[in-house]
């Protein structure tokens, strides 16, 4: 019988620790679009979120107006980080390029760098995911004009719940990208 405790209390504190967390994932979607442009090398600062999108919970409007969160669903990365690598896959899928998120990676100059500031990312009780806010396209090797866009557009979900908010908020971050290469010099 005491040989079989320690495998008891191994038994009993997994039991403690299973819990009905669901982790969610922005997954990549792919774009059609592709863009020729002389900034092959694209430097993406991590995207600046709002204080409630950058938590781990996820947060979605209310039909007053308030953001409320739900313990039980949690983003699976960091959203920043999440959002960053996503923009900068489909940066690369677009123009052909390589994009990748600071600090730049490569031995090489990046060509451009791509700033962007997110004012509002949030799931409506409609069932969209508003995504507005500014980004920056700045040279760095390559010569062209700083160009500073504003950016407002909404996301229908196409599935209910937080599995498709998440989803939303990947299909936004394709949007956000096609909008950005379609500026590039």
């Excluded at 010569?143 to 909404?154: I, K, P, T």
């Amino acid at each position: 019988m005491l040989k079989a405790a320690p495998f008891l209390a191994l038994g009993l504190l997994t039991a403690c620790m299973q819990t009905d967390f669901a982790y969610h994932l922005i997954d990549p979607v792919s774009s059609e679009l592709r863009v020729s442009t002389r900034a092959d090398n694209i430097e993406v600062v991590s995207v600046s979120l709002p204080l409630y999108a950058s938590l781990e919970e996820i947060g979605v409007a209310a039909g007053d107006g308030a953001v409320r969160f739900d313990e039980q669903n949690l983003w699976a990365d960091d959203p920043e980080r999440a959002l960053s690598l996503s923009l900068a896959r489909h940066m690369t899928e677009i123009t052909g390029g390589v994009a990748a998120v600071e600090p730049w990676p490569l031995t090489s100059v990046p060509d451009a760098r791509l700033t962007v500031q997110v004012e509002r990312v949030i799931a409506r009780p409609g069932g969209t995911v508003e995504f507005s806010g500014v980004y920056v396209l700045s040279p760095v090797a390559e010569e062209f004009a700083d160009r500073a866009e504003q950016f407002s557009f909404a996301v229908p979900m196409v599935q209910p719940g937080f599995g498709g908010v998440a989803d939303a908020h990947g299909q936004a971050m394709l949007v956000l990208a096609e909008q950005v290469a379609r500026q590039l010099p």
